[in-house]
């Protein structure tokens, strides 16, 4: 992963790398600030048709949350951190005063170094996003499973994709083997994430490593065993964000999640 273009030309100074990574981190922070007020005008429609589920407002206190309205505040929470991120980025980090007066000129004075730096900084933005994303999703699927499955108990313990598996079928989710090519190139990537963004498949014994190739969004990714993945992009992290809002909505205005009286989140923390 580069956020650099290999159409772009190469940076002959600091200033010139600067600008760029402001330009870039500026770009992301608007189209996550995008994708957060998604989530915020949704999480609204939802606690206006929906008024006895318990959700609190920005500036309360309280310990009882309704997983369906915490799963969009969730994910609200994770884009406006990373927005911070961007911000801070794009406003303190990219200005060249402020870099070489508050970083130590062995970084602050030579391109190259400072390159590899904004690059990580954005790698690791994007991969605290991602994560934090998934992870979300994921806490609030289990709960889900655990209330409206005969075997949710069961089914909320076992590895994620039979989670999304029986409660997209549970619920008829629309579009369902959409939805799981979905959450099985989100796993994908996830998993390479935790190996530093190289690809690695879990094999079982006798089996050999091959690629692997998703569609998304009408293009194709493949991605090689043992290979580092270069195709993602802020665009497409993003991309993901809106597309798990539409399965969030679907879900929870599904009957036979509505029809609950409460589902509590269980871990969820003490304010927004």
């Known amino acids: 992963m ?78 406006i951190t990373t927005s911070f991120h961007h911000v801070l980025y794009s406003k303190s980090l990219c200005d060249l005063t402020w870099l070489q007066s508050n970083i130590h000129e062995n970084y602050s004075s030579h391109l190259a170094v400072m390159e590899k730096q904004f690059d990580n900084c954005f790698k690791f933005a994007a991969q605290q996003c991602f994560n934090s994303i998934f992870h979300q999703m994921e806490s609030s699927f289990r709960l889900f499973i655990k209330n409206v499955h005969p075997s949710g108990e069961t089914l909320a313990t076992n590895k994620f994709q039979n989670v999304y598996t029986a409660l997209f079928a549970r619920l008829d989710i629309k579009d369902r083997a959409e939805r ?83 589902i509590i989140e269980e871990r969820f923390p003490s304010n927004e």
């Open 2 to 79: 580069t956020p650099r273009s290999p159409s772009l030309p190469v940076p002959k100074t600091l200033e010139e790398s600067v600008q760029y990574y402001g330009r870039l981190f500026a770009e992301c922070s608007k189209g996550t600030q995008d994708v957060m007020q998604m989530y915020m005008v949704k999480r609204e429609e939802i606690r206006k048709k929906y008024p006895t589920w318990q959700a609190g407002a920005m500036d309360e206190k309280f310990d009882r949350v309704d997983a369906r309205i915490g799963l969009f505040t969730k994910q609200i929470n994770s884009l």
């Open 180 to 262: 799981i090519n979905l959450m099985q190139f989100m796993s994908v990537i996830r998993n390479s994430m935790h190996n530093n963004w190289c690809y690695i498949p879990t094999l079982k014994q006798g089996e050999t490593a091959a690629p692997r190739e998703f569609e998304y969004k009408q293009q194709k990714y493949t991605l090689i065993p043992n290979e580092f993945i270069r195709f993602i992009t802020w665009t497409m992290i993003m991309d993901f964000a809106k597309d798990l809002l539409e399965v969030f909505d679907e879900m929870v205005n599904h009957p036979d999640i509505v029809s609950i009286p409460e």
